[in-house]
């Protein structure tokens, strides 16, 4: 992988994403794939935030819930040394 | 933060190893200490849901796992009643999962309290575990969704432990209203409040944990994160380690407490034992904790264990220390058959293609 020397963007912000099930998030990771996000991955959802489907997406791409977002997303948190902020719910 | 989750999921299996061992010392059936398959079983028993006099027995194991989640999920203000992925169709997994357990002799959890006292057998189904679970994986990876659930009114999300109480008193009450086996496994248990408390104590931890003996291999498989693993681990070597203090352990196939031998049918109930908790997104003892937490599909899904359990005894579809029944081993093929089914039928091509 390449992604250690070409940095994907600028924005160095780091997002999970949660789902409602678990064909949101594979189907969040592709779509995220597609929009050119190299640091995309599927990852056992952060106990502190989920109690639904245990698959999470993390991500860099700045979060924008028109692209990325639809009705299986459950919830968008921007993560900062460890802290969670919720920016996004989908109920 | 990721050493946090691991030390509490770590914690939550040592906890259930030893209360599986425990509660049988205390005198629950042999390598049975804590089975949520048995149990519910045995609770559909005393609620005379099916007559085998011999497994009636309103467990407050199972009782106590749900209003430890219940309790725990109303302080960490987790307690969120959403329900309606696909309701019927959880009933019917939830139903076959429990038939397939019932042949195998054990959910998930004795099936690992049964590798630990040496059970040969259960290691036979632990490889069935695996490639159920396995199979389960690929249904994901090609779309599979029982569809996303939705809020709903906090009334469904009490029902399940309202009944929990309900139960508790009856039980407490004494015989009147429910039916207590004689003699059998039903006959054989831990005190009452005993019972209870640990159950209750492992309820919140499980809770807060979100130990999964099913998401452990999934996670494994999947997305190659161990960490809910280590919890089924932890409950393995927590109950070896008791088994060995106690004199419990005995390395064999032949004469295990309620086990049988006929490998064929110790492998294929438990695919379909991890083949369709993967399709629920939980294993057996993951629906108790998440019903207590208002989540009504797991709800929906215990009363398809509930109606599981009693089919298998008033159809002989259960196993017994004798051996699998014709009618279980039919009902064995027929329970993977309709997961394949539901399978197919609920996975869309767009996730990964």
Redesign the interface.
């Given at each position: 992988m390449t992604s250690s020397v070409i940095l994907p963007t600028i924005n160095l912000m780091k997002y999970i994403a949660t789902f409602?099930?678990?064909?949101?998030a594979?189907?969040f990771n592709?779509r995220l794939e597609k929009l050119g996000d190299e640091s995309v991955k599927?990852?056992?959802a952060?106990?502190?935030i989920s109690?639904?489907?245990?698959?999470a997406v993390s991500f860099s791409l700045e979060f924008n819930p028109e692209t990325m977002a639809d009705?299986?997303t459950e919830a968008i948190y921007l993560v900062e040394d460890?802290i969670f902020t919720l920016i996004y719910h989908n109920? | 933060m990721k050493k946090k989750n691991l030390i509490l999921v770590v914690v939550t299996g040592l906890a259930l190893g030893a209360a599986g061992v425990g509660l049988m010392l205390l005198g629950n059936p042999g390598n049975m200490g804590f089975c949520i398959a048995c149990f519910i079983r045995d609770t559909a028993g005393a609620l005379k849901l099916h007559t085998a006099a011999v497994v009636q027995y309103a467990r407050p194991e199972i009782i106590g796992l749900i209003l430890g989640a219940f309790l725990i999920s109303l302080v960490t203000k987790e307690f969120k009643p959403r329900g309606g992925s696909s309701p019927l169709t959880r009933f019917m997994l939830g139903f076959f999962v429990m038939i397939s357990a019932l042949v195998f002799l054990g959910c998930p959890l004795r099936m690992v309290l049964r590798m630990a006292a040496g059970d040969l057998n259960a290691w036979v189904g632990l490889i069935g575990f695996i490639v159920g679970v396995f199979v389960g994986v690929q249904f994901l990876k090609k779309g599979y969704s029982l569809g996303r659930t939705y809020k709903k009114n906090v009334l469904e999300g009490l029902t399940m432990p309202a009944i929990q109480v309900v139960l508790l008193i009856a039980l407490i009450a004494g015989g009147v209203l429910l039916a207590v086996s004689a003699e059998g496994p039903g006959s054989m248990q831990a005190p009452i409040w005993i019972a209870f408390l640990l159950a209750l104590v492992i309820g919140v931890i499980a809770q807060r944990s979100r130990i999964c003996q099913m998401g452990g291999f999934r996670d494994l498989i999947m997305l190659k994160d161990p960490h809910l693993f280590w919890g089924g681990l932890a409950i393995f070597v927590a109950a070896l380690i008791f088994n060995l203090a106690a004199g419990k352990f005995t390395l064999s196939f032949a004469d295990q407490p309620i086990a049988h031998t006929e490998w064929l049918w110790n492998l294929l109930p438990m695919v379909g034992v991890g083949f369709g908790s993967v399709l629920l997104g939980g294993c057996p003892m993951r629906q108790l904790v998440l019903s207590g937490t208002g989540n009504i599909d797991s709800t929906i899904t215990l009363f398809g264990f509930l109606v599981g359990a009693a089919f298998s005894h008033n159809f002989s579809l259960a196993s017994s220390a004798a051996g699998s029944t014709p009618g279980g081993r039919i009902a064995t093929i027929v329970s993977l058959l309709v997961m394949l089914i539901i399978g197919f039928a609920y996975s869309r091509k767009s996730a990964n293609a």
């Open positions: 409602y099930t678990h064909f949101g594979f189907s592709r599927l990852i056992a952060p106990r502190k109690v639904s489907c245990g698959t009705e299986d460890d109920e | -």
